[in-house]
């Protein structure tokens, strides 16, 4: 790795990464698009444990990554199977609509 | 050979003769008057007879057993092992009690034949003799008793025969409606109510201090604690065994005025005469009165212990003193009462009381031989007059019967000696009885009341003078009342038609009388001395020198005798040698007083509308005497008030309308509604719902958190986070 890309670059793209991928999720209204905010999200956090990694020359980063790239696959198989139901019953994937446990 | 095995039979035998007239008594009359009429009666006579018979044997027995007392026990009656407290059902065979046995059941089975014929044709008859034989079962008990509550048993006993019997013809009303038999048997019951109190707080007091209520322990206990002058804690205070035996024989005392008919108490043998005669004779003056002096002389040991207690009323007065001055005072006034009646059982009535005065003086004076004497005297003469004015009602009630032709109720009183007179000539058996009687009554020589009343005297004399001037007044006034008796009913003319025509009594009737007659005149036998070895005066009133054979007798069953021999008490002695003094001046003066009677009632009344020839002396205030006046006019209202006052306005007003609906029910009511209204409605309703309550505001609150909008959560997840790490990051260090 170039000596002039330092750790903190992948830290600050990392930061970049996830606070689109929050502001994503909590301004979105589509589903669908709040769900490839997570996805950022997640990968901001994989991308800081693969520089991590490398920075401290531990793989247990690397390991983690594997984990979270299964969880967030298990994730969307089902999140992708909720939206789907739910526009089948409601002809909306906008979350707004969305509201039967408003208390 | 002793029968004292066969005693419980003098119990068994009245209680078959109970059963018989009680339960098919009155079958057998109402199918045949006449035969019925005759199984009753002679059935309850010979269970009676019977008794007799096997207290005749007892006596035998007593003498073939050295006079020694046996107690035959029956059946335990009270058991309380954990206060050591034992009540046994036992019969005391002693020579005291054989004595009552043998008066009781032989005076008694000659009065039931008595009754046989006085009651003839009563549509009653079977219940008189149901009611006799239980008198007569009663009575045993009370004198074989071997411990005081089983005498209580019989005390109480006899006063339901009593009560029953006064009010035998209970639906006899007086001019006024009033039921007068039914009120004078209440009027015994409850006088005598009063008595039985002190005796059942007299039996407390002794089962507590001596742990026992049987006659032997008890004497034993009582001298032994005296003699060691033990302490006695009665619930806070603490007495000494001086104070408990002046306090118990004083409680006594009590209960013998309202059993004996002594002052005060005395005022309801009078109105007893609304019973049958027979009743009267067996009852209110042979027997069941002198119930009282029995226990006095039974208490002998308790009562020579109160003589020389240091406990005595006023300082002065010991209880047995106390008693001897009831007695002596009661027979004073009683024998002057007699004098203004013109009833002639009422006569009797008054004299009963005097007579038993004498017995309760002579027994408080120590003399209890001489009481004991006298009781069976008076039994004898007293049965016998009164069964001789139960032959002179019959007679009078007869001749009216035959006069009147069928008119009936007019008023007229068989029993008033106004009209009656000369009825020497129409009843001779019953006038020669009667006279008998009479001077026996009177104390005149031979007959049996002289040598019973002159012991009595001779006794009083040596050692209470005052109480010997009330006595010796009260004979003298006895012999007048007696005189103006026989000369108003037997001698001169007759005053109504009805005595013109009196018949004489049937035999069943006048022979109980005659034998009565033979007793009265050779009872005196009794207790005369009978000469064994010189007669001293330093033996005097010991039976080593003299022999008196109703003391030889008694003396083994009086203890204080023995424990005056061992020098624990100091027994009165009386003389036993006839006082010239005192025998000469009694004659003399008894001679007097039926003399005066009869000059005085010789020419007037003439008729029965005459007035008393004392009418207008000041001996005629003695009239006011029988108290009745005072008893009904001032005591018996003053009662009713009261009873009123606690009726109304204390039990109704008061009780019920205050304390019952004012302080317990409203008080509760208030209370239920206090709890129905408040603690339920309020607080216990108020923690349910106010549970639910609480949970629906709340969850209305977190509600509003719930927004619906996903973003919102995210938000909040997110800001959590934030929290998180600032918390770890900056906080947690």
């Known amino acids: 790795m170039p000596s002039s890309v330092t750790i903190e670059w992948y830290v600050a793209l990392s930061v970049i990464l996830f606070t689109m991928g929050a502001l994503g999720v909590l301004l979105r209204r589509n589903a669908i698009i709040i769900f490839m905010s997570v996805e950022l999200m997640l990968n901001s956090a994989n991308l800081l444990f693969v520089a991590f990694s490398r920075y401290l020359s531990d793989l247990n980063g690397q390991v983690l990554v594997f984990f979270v790239i299964t969880v967030a696959a298990a994730e969307v198989a089902v999140g992708l199977a909720l939206i789907v139901v739910i526009f089948r019953t409601r002809h909306s994937i906008n979350i707004d609509d969305v509201n039967l446990l408003k208390g | ?733």
């Open chain 2, 1 to 733: 050979m002793n029968t004292f095995p066969l005693a419980p039979l003098i119990l068994v035998f009245p209680v078959i003769g109970i059963l018989f007239n009680g339960l098919i008594g009155r079958r057998f009359v109402t199918a045949n008057r006449k035969t019925g009429e005759r199984w009753s009666g002679w059935f309850a006579t010979s269970m009676v007879i019977a008794a007799f018979i096997v207290s005749l044997s007892l006596f035998g027995s007593e003498i073939s057993n050295g006079y020694h007392a046996v107690i035959v026990p029956l059946f335990t009656w009270i058991s309380i092992p954990a206060a050591n407290f034992y009540v046994p059902w036992a019969l005391q065979i002693d020579t005291l009690s054989v004595t009552m046995m043998l008066v009781v059941t032989g005076v008694g089975a000659l009065i039931h034949i008595y009754a046989i014929g006085y009651m003839h044709g009563d549509p009653n008859y079977s219940r008189f003799f149901a009611y006799f034989n239980l008198f007569i079962f009663f009575m045993l008990i009370l004198v074989s008793a071997n411990n005081y509550l089983m005498t209580f048993v019989g005390w109480e006993g006899v006063g339901l025969c009593s009560y029953l019997l006064i009010s035998f013809w209970w639906d006899r009303v007086d001019e006024n409606g009033v039921p007068m038999n039914a009120n004078a048997g209440r009027k015994a019951f409850i006088v005598n109510r009063v008595g039985d109190f002190a005796v059942i707080i007299a039996m407390t007091m002794l089962f507590w201090t001596f742990g026992t209520l049987d006659y032997e322990p008890v004497f034993e206990r009582a001298v032994e604690f005296f003699v060691e002058g033990r302490m006695v804690t009665i619930g806070a205070a603490t007495f000494s065994i001086d104070a408990i035996v002046t306090i118990v024989t004083a409680l006594f005392l009590l209960g013998v005025a309202g059993k004996s008919a002594q002052i005060p108490l005395y005022i309801w043998l009078p109105d007893a005469m609304a019973g049958p005669t027979p009743v009267s004779a067996l009852i209110h003056a042979a027997t069941m009165v002198t119930a009282g002096v029995f226990l006095i002389v039974r208490s002998n040991v308790l009562y020579e212990l109160a003589r020389i207690s240091d406990v005595q009323f006023f300082g002065t007065i010991s209880s047995p003193e106390l008693v001897a001055y009831t007695g002596a005072f009661t027979a004073l006034l009683a024998a002057l009462i007699a004098f203004t009646q013109w009833d002639i059982k009422k006569v009797l009535a008054y004299s009963t009381i005097s007579q038993l005065g004498f017995m309760v003086a002579a027994a408080g004076m120590g003399a209890y031989v001489a009481a004991m004497f006298h009781l069976v005297a008076h039994a004898f003469f007293k049965a016998l007059l009164f069964l001789g004015s139960g032959s002179v009602i019959h007679g009078m009630e007869h001749g009216h019967h035959e006069v009147a032709h069928g008119h009936g109720d007019d008023g007229f009183d068989p029993q008033d000696m106004r009209t009656m007179g000369g009825l020497r000539h129409r009843m001779p058996v019953t006038f020669v009885v009667y006279m008998i009687g009479a001077l026996a009554l009177a104390g005149i020589v031979p007959f049996a009341g002289f040598w019973s009343k002159d012991e009595i005297l001779a006794h009083s004399q040596r050692h209470v003078f005052l109480v010997f001037l009330a006595l010796i007044i009260a004979a003298v006034g006895t012999a007048f009342y007696v005189g103006r008796q026989l000369q108003l009913t037997f001698f001169g003319k007759p005053r109504s038609e009805a005595a013109d025509h009196a018949h004489e009594s049937p035999w069943i009737m006048t022979v109980p009388l005659m034998v009565l007659a033979f007793l009265t005149t050779i009872g005196g036998l009794m207790n005369m001395p009978f000469f064994t070895r010189q007669i001293s005066e330093a033996h005097d009133g010991h039976p080593e020198g003299i022999w008196l054979a109703l003391e030889a007798w008694l003396e083994h069953s009086i203890h204080s005798f023995e424990y005056a021999v061992e020098g624990v008490v100091n027994l009165p002695k009386t003389p036993v040698v006839l006082s010239p003094l005192v025998a000469g001046l009694s004659t003399v003066l008894a001679i007097l007083g039926l003399a005066v009677g009869f000059m005085i009632y010789r020419r007037n009344p003439k008729t029965a509308e005459d007035p008393d020839p004392l009418q207008r002396t000041p001996i005629w205030w003695l009239s006011i005497l029988p108290l009745n006046t005072f008893y009904m006019k001032g005591v018996v209202p003053a009662f009713n008030r009261f009873a009123h006052w606690l009726a109304f306005p204390f039990e109704w007003n008061f009780w019920h309308d205050f304390v019952h609906n004012n302080l317990i029910r409203d008080t509760f009511v208030s209370f239920a509604n206090f709890l129905a209204n408040v603690i339920d409605t309020e607080g216990v309703d108020g923690v349910v719902n106010g549970t639910g309550k609480v949970t629906r505001r709340l969850s209305q609150a977190l509600g509003v958190l719930q927004t619906g909008y996903v973003r919102t959560y995210a938000l909040s997840v997110f800001l959590g986070a934030v929290a998180l790490i600032i918390y770890f990051l900056f906080l947690a260090r």
